[in-house]
């Protein structure tokens, strides 16, 4: 088993939708969880973090863990073309360690 | 800030040979580096962390005679593939923190390796 799983996609939504996108983890020791975004031929940047479970919102986007259920999520609100990306999920290990997710593959149309 | 650059950014290369990907952290310096490799539709996979100045820490599986990383200043790492061959052929990335960026990663743009 993964430690971070993620639907792959390829996920297509018309402009102004509501995406959610989805991870599971395996390790109830995992506190700190990380939304990143990947445009193509890019390397990631970080959009958003959450310690532990709850919701933060950041402008058009909430993210939100469940440790109850392993599960994190990502919401984005009225999204825009320019929100075509990967998006990948990941938590820490340890100190430093990142773990990724697949990443899903999200395509907003105009 | 926390701007990190790789150069070069797509490289070709015949099986056989070695090729060298360079990171560099432009506005800050870099107390971790991070090596990582990505396939096409797949994670990012860590392939070992570096300290300046102290060796590199493998990953399970990553072979360090394979992929030699020196981290020779607090602004520069290195990632050497030996004897390259088209399995090696992925996209690399590199990120890096600073004494005080706490778990935060600032990740380069990648360099497309391909091998022939």
């Known amino acids: 088993q993964k430690e971070v799983e993620q639907d792959p996609g390829p996920l297509s939504v018309p402009e102004g939708a509501i995406v959610s996108l989805n991870c599971t983890y395996s390790?109830?020791?995992?506190?700190?969880f990380m939304w990143y975004r990947q445009y193509s031929r890019k390397g990631p940047e970080l959009l958003m973090y959450?310690?532990?479970?709850g919701n933060k919102e950041d402008g058009r986007f909430t993210a939100q863990v469940d440790k109850s259920s392993k599960y994190i999520s990502l919401f984005i609100r009225d999204s825009q073309p320019s929100d075509s990306a990967t998006y990948l999920c990941?938590?820490?290990?340890?100190?430093?360690?990142?773990?990724f997710g697949q990443g899903t593959r999200l395509t907003i149309n105009p | 800030g926390a701007v990190v650059s790789q150069h070069p950014s797509r490289v070709i290369c015949k099986s056989g040979t070695s090729v060298k990907i360079e990171c560099r952290s432009l506005?800050?310096?870099?107390?971790?580096m991070f090596w990582y490799r990505q396939f096409p539709k797949q994670s990012l996979m860590l392939m070992a962390t570096?300290?300046?100045?102290?060796?590199?820490?493998?990953e399970q599986g990553v072979e360090k005679d394979k992929f030699l990383i020196n981290h020779a200043s607090l602004t520069l790492s290195t990632l050497t593939v030996t004897s390259a061959h088209p399995e090696d052929s992925s996209f690399y990335i590199c990120?890096?923190?600073?004494?005080?960026?706490?778990?935060?990663?600032?990740f380069g743009p990648g360099t497309r390796l391909t091998v022939t």
């Open positions: 990120s890096a923190t600073y004494s005080g960026s706490g778990y935060e990663q600032y």
């Open positions: 390790n109830s020791a995992f506190q700190y």
């Open positions: 990941a938590t820490l290990q340890g100190a430093q360690k990142l773990v």
């Open positions: 959450t310690y532990s479970s």
């Open positions: 570096s300290n300046e100045g102290s060796k590199a820490t493998y």
């Open positions: 506005d800050f310096q870099a107390t971790t």
